[in-house]
């Protein structure tokens, strides 16, 4: 039986497998291009090409998606808070076991990392975190939008935009800094000043992981030759592969930074 079902497995393999490459073959030359690849690639990094309209002013459309993500996380929160976590058990169910997981997750980040001062920066990560992996994985969504060139495009994540980015480095920073200042007072804003370079480290490390992954899909998707499946197996891989990876990197570094400057 279970012979079988491989051969038919396999079998349902080669003929979708036979269909994709019939449809490559005959539709290779019978399509249009939007814009070259170079302007596409550009856009992805700068986004100075395809705006969008925010109340008559033309902004970047990662700025959208900040605003879209940030309503659905309070949204969220706002519905967790009044309908689930009252009815909280000693036995958790599945979703309470998850929420407990993850919280649990960045309050042992920040208590290990910083066993002096960690209640803030226990909330603190758990913001950041939830942020950057909420948003990371907004893009995988594929909400369509209208730029003022009437051209149809994806919202992007907002972090793959350079801007938001820095400030998600720059806000990790201050949040640092401020620790410094409650823990040891001007000795710990020395001990923050002197690496100056963290919030440039943080925002480009964030920016570059984020973007290379959207480059690659967006290269996979403009070749017609390459546009039949494969971009949902890359999309989804990167997408997530990179909102795991960049959680833990911001909020490890963040943790680690915070509570040396509070020691």
């Excluded at 490459?21 to 100075?48: C, N, S, T, W």
């Excluded at 009252?86 to 929420?99: A, E, T, V």
């Excluded at 209640?119 to 942020?131: D, I, K, N, P």
């Excluded at 030759?225 to 963040?254: D, E, K, R």
Aim: one cysteine or more; hydrophobic letters at 55%.
């Amino acid at each position: 039986m279970d012979k079988r079902k491989r051969v038919h497995a396999l079998a349902l393999f080669l003929i979708i497998a036979m269909v994709l490459l019939v449809g490559i073959i005959l539709l290779q030359g019978k399509y249009e291009k939007e814009e070259p690849i170079g302007f596409a690639m550009r856009d992805a990094v700068l986004h100075d090409i395809n705006k969008v309209s925010l109340f008559g002013l033309e902004v970047n459309p990662a700025l959208i998606s900040g605003f879209t993500v940030t309503g659905v996380v309070l949204l969220f929160a706002l519905i967790l808070r009044i309908f689930v976590i009252p009815r909280f058990k000693l036995k958790p169910g599945k979703l309470q076991l998850l929420i407990e997981e993850w919280v649990g997750f960045f309050d042992r980040l920040a208590k290990g990392n910083s066993p002096h001062r960690n209640h803030f920066l226990g909330a603190y990560l758990f913001a950041a975190g939830s942020y950057i992996f909420i948003g990371t994985c907004f893009e995988l969504f594929g909400i369509q939008a209208v730029t003022t060139d009437n051209i149809s495009i994806a919202m992007p994540a907002p972090l793959a935009d350079i801007n938001g980015a820095i400030m998600m480095g720059c806000l990790s920073y201050l949040v640092i800094l401020s620790g410094g200042i409650a823990g040891n007072g001007m000795r710990g804003v020395g001990k923050t000043l002197k690496d100056f370079s963290l919030p440039i480290s943080m925002s480009f490390r964030l920016f570059g992981a984020l973007l290379s992954g959207m480059l690659v899909t967006e290269l996979v998707y403009y070749y017609i030759s390459l546009s039949f499946v494969l971009p949902v197996v890359v999309g989804v891989l990167f997408t997530l592969l990179h909102a795991l990876i960049q959680t833990y990197v911001l909020t490890m570094l963040t943790s680690v930074f915070y509570g040396e400057v509070t020691e």
